[in-house]
């Protein structure tokens, strides 16, 4: 039914940058909110980014300035252009959309970064 499919994952260097797409399908984009989490190995999974069915966005403080999160409804697909990348970023990335109760998942690209 819901599926959310993540791509545009992969290994850089640190100071590089990458761009992720989450294609949403099954349900109606538009009023949903959407968000990318990451978990890192021995971490709990963390928000990084979100972006409600207004268009308002928020980020995790470590993301500040650096990530930039946005949706593309005729498409329906949510980004995150990810520029600056830290070591410390290397995580697998979820895409998340919720609507009241209601929260479904990706099942998430890996992103490396490399020191």
């Known amino acids: 039914q819901v599926q959310l499919v993540e791509s545009g994952g992969g290994v850089v260097q640190a100071g590089g940058s990458l761009r992720l797409s989450c294609a949403a399908s099954?349900?109606?984009?538009?009023?949903?909110?959407m968000g990318w989490y990451r978990q890192a190995p021995g971490k709990q999974r963390e928000l990084v980014a979100r972006i409600t069915s207004g268009g308002m966005t928020s980020y995790a403080d470590s993301a500040k300035g650096r990530f930039t999160i946005s949706r593309d409804n005729a498409k329906n697909t949510v980004y995150l252009q990810m520029n600056s990348l830290k070591p410390g970023d290397t995580a697998l990335y979820y895409c998340?959309?919720?609507?009241?109760?209601?929260?479904?998942w990706g099942q998430g690209t890996q992103v490396t970064v490399s020191s």
């Open positions: 998340e959309a919720d609507l009241t109760s209601n929260h479904y």
């Open positions: 099954g349900l109606i984009f538009s009023i949903y909110n």
